[in-house]
């Protein structure tokens, strides 16, 4: 394989434990947050973006909210990013 081979996206989802989750409003609708979409940029760093269900129960729509600025938050996507990298790099080929 070439060395110029273009990988256009890495993401990952990582689910929030239950003392981390929290909950936004959109639209009207409360929303328990608990999983991260954590996908790796072009120049090496993180994005994140969270999402959950509300809380009133049902789907809800597929809406996106920012991760608050919170310490143990940007542990556990850091975590998780180096996480990730292990088990690509780990990869058995396709099954």
Do not use: C, Q
Request: proline letters at 7%; aromatic letters at 6%; glycine letters at 10%.
């Amino acid at each position: 394989m070439s060395s110029d081979l273009e990988v256009s996206a890495l993401a990952i989802n990582v689910t929030v434990p239950p003392e981390l989750r929290w909950t936004d409003t959109r639209r009207g609708t409360e929303f328990l947050l608990s999983t991260l979409n954590v996908r790796l940029l072009p120049d090496g760093h993180l994005a994140v973006k969270a999402y959950g269900r509300p809380v009133e129960g049902g789907r809800g729509a597929y809406v996106s909210f920012p991760v608050p600025d919170r310490p143990e938050l940007a542990a556990l996507v850091a975590e998780a990013g180096s996480r990730a990298g292990t088990l690509w790099a780990a990869h058995r080929g396709l099954g």
